[in-house]
């Protein structure tokens, strides 16, 4: 049983830029959930994706979308970079909506 | 105030000396998550329990779901038990989303 993978693990990018994340789920799962994580604080939930459908919705502007793929694996994508976009990027997958399991998290650096 | 509460925020100890951390939450839940997250790292399941007590290693964890309280202990501890610790409260029917507690930042000394 693999776990939850996530690339690129770090990542420099220009404010303005547009950004690509990429998590596998782990094998099983079909909901992947995304936080941002901020140097210092908790995890902001982002959103939520479920059987490929967005299941709910942090406090996030439109510019952070994903997708969900049929093999429940999934992309978060960040346009227009700004620098407070700067933080670890968490995925979590789970079986519905109960027990998330964490991937390792990618570092974005917004210049 | 928080629906999860950690307690303390920041905690030094001295390696083998036995910690504790409390959490406690005022929503309903069916089980609580402890996460562990190392300096600059991703996030590691330690524990998911909705009774009683369970332990892994020198890792204990207990809850009382009447008191709405759960605790998270470390015997002998080490400096590399050094990181984060975090409760959480996984979604329940119709939510979708975790809530995380405030986070114990816990450092051993060797």
């Known amino acids: 049983e693999t776990g939850v993978t996530q690339s690129p693990t770090h990542l420099i990018k220009t404010r303005g830029q547009q950004v690509t994340l990429r998590c596998s789920s782990q094998?099983?799962?079909?909901?992947v959930s995304w936080y941002q994580q901020a140097l210092g604080q908790g995890p902001q939930f982002i959103f939520q994706?479920?059987?490929?459908?967005?299941?709910g919705r942090g406090n996030f502007p439109p510019r952070f979308s994903g997708l969900q793929f049929p093999n429940y694996s999934s992309e978060l994508n960040v346009n227009a970079l700004e620098l407070d976009d700067s933080a670890l990027y968490l995925c979590?997958?789970?079986?519905?909506?109960?027990?998330?399991?964490f991937g390792p998290g990618t570092r974005l650096t917004v210049t | 105030k928080n629906e999860v509460e950690q307690s303390p925020q920041n905690l030094t100890a001295q390696e083998g000396e036995f910690i504790t951390i409390n959490c406690s939450y005022s929503?309903?839940?069916?089980?609580l998550h402890w996460l562990q997250q190392h300096p600059g790292g991703g996030i590691v399941s330690l524990f998911m329990?909705?009774?009683g007590k369970k332990k892994h290693g020198r890792l204990i964890a207990t809850i009382n779901i009447q008191e709405k309280h759960s605790s998270l202990h470390i015997t002998a501890s080490h400096p590399r038990d050094s990181a984060v610790y975090i409760c959480?409260?996984?979604?329940?029917?119709?939510?979708?989303?975790?809530?995380f507690g405030t986070g114990t930042r816990l450092k051993v000394l060797a």
């Open positions: 979590a997958s789970s079986l519905e909506s109960y027990e998330q399991y």
């Open positions: 329990l909705s009774s």
């Open positions: 959480a409260v996984p979604p329940t029917s119709g939510t979708y989303k975790y809530i």
């Open positions: 929503v309903g839940i069916s089980a």
């Open positions: 994706y479920y059987r490929e459908e967005e299941n």
């Open positions: 094998s099983g799962h079909n909901t």
